[in-house]
Antibody, heavy 119, light 107 residues
Framework: QVQLVESGGGVVQPGRSLRLSCAASGFTFSRYGMHWVRQAPGKGLEWVGVISSDGSNKNYADSVKGRFNISRDNSKNTQYLQMNSLRAEDTAVYYC????????????WGQGTLVTVSS | EIVLTQSPATLSLSPGERATLSCRASQSVNSYLAWYQQKPGQAPRLLIYDASNRATGIPARFSGDGSETDFTLTISSLEPEDFAVYYCQQRTNWPITFGQGTRLEIK
């Protein structure tokens, strides 16, 4: 069965950087584009970005464009979210999400990792 | 950016009743609309994709309808475990967007 495990969250000061990881198992990771979705405390869901199956194409929400970078290592079945110039409004639970087929219907989610940006 | 507006914000019903949740898009999303259920402390769960298709393992009491800009999620007879927050999501255009959610609470 599909399993997605995020790690790397924590408390970080504004302006600093943090890298999240999402380890995947139970499916052929290299065949799927992968997404990140976040949820601020008590708020709704916000799509963060996507990386294509081979890592050659990426797309981001305007709110993180130029600050966040998604990458992947298909040999390790892992995707990453590099977050730079963090702001208080980036505080959220960050989910790794796998789409159904080649759609953007998010059939599988990780448990999420909490990032808190605070001085 | 396509804005999805969900209504009502909160819906108070009793077990056994029928629930109707709405999602309206600021422009056509064709039928590329999904619904998710989220319970406290849990990741979202895909219920419906492409407006009317139930995801794997989703009970038949959940159904979706609509196209273009107006969509509905119906729960035919509420079970205690259905009380949660529901989100719609479109995948027609980048960026992918979600509605703000409808909280379904026990009356």
């Amino acid at each position: 069965q599909v399993q997605l495990v995020e790690s790397g969250g924590g408390v970080v000061q504004p302006g600093r950087s943090l890298r999240l990881s999402c380890a995947a198992s139970g499916f052929t990771f290299s065949r799927y584009g992968m997404h990140w979705v976040r949820q601020a405390p008590g708020k709704g869901l916000e799509w963060v970005g996507v990386i294509s199956s081979d890592g050659s194409n990426k797309n981001y929400a305007d709110s993180v464009k130029g600050r966040f970078n998604i990458s992947r290592d298909n040999s390790k079945n892992t995707q990453y979210l590099q977050m730079n110039s963090l702001r208080a409004e980036d505080t959220a639970v960050y989910y790794c999400a796998k789409p159904e087929g080649h759609t953007a219907n998010f059939a599988s989610w990780g448990q999420g990792t909490l990032v808190t940006v605070s001085s | 950016e396509i804005v999805l507006t969900q209504s009502p914000a909160t819906l108070s019903l009793s077990p056994g009743e029928r629930a109707t949740l709405s999602c309206r898009a600021s422009q056509s999303v064709n039928s590329y609309l999904a619904w998710y259920q989220q319970k406290p402390g849990q990741a979202p769960r895909l219920l419906i994709y492409d407006a009317s298709n139930r995801a794997t393992g989703i009970p038949a009491r959940f159904s979706g309808d609509g196209s273009e800009t107006d969509f509905t999620l119906t729960i035919s007879s509420l079970e205690p475990e259905d009380f949660a927050v529901y989100y719609c999501q479109q995948r027609t255009n980048w960026p992918i967007t979600f509605g703000q959610g409808t909280r379904l609470e026990i009356k």
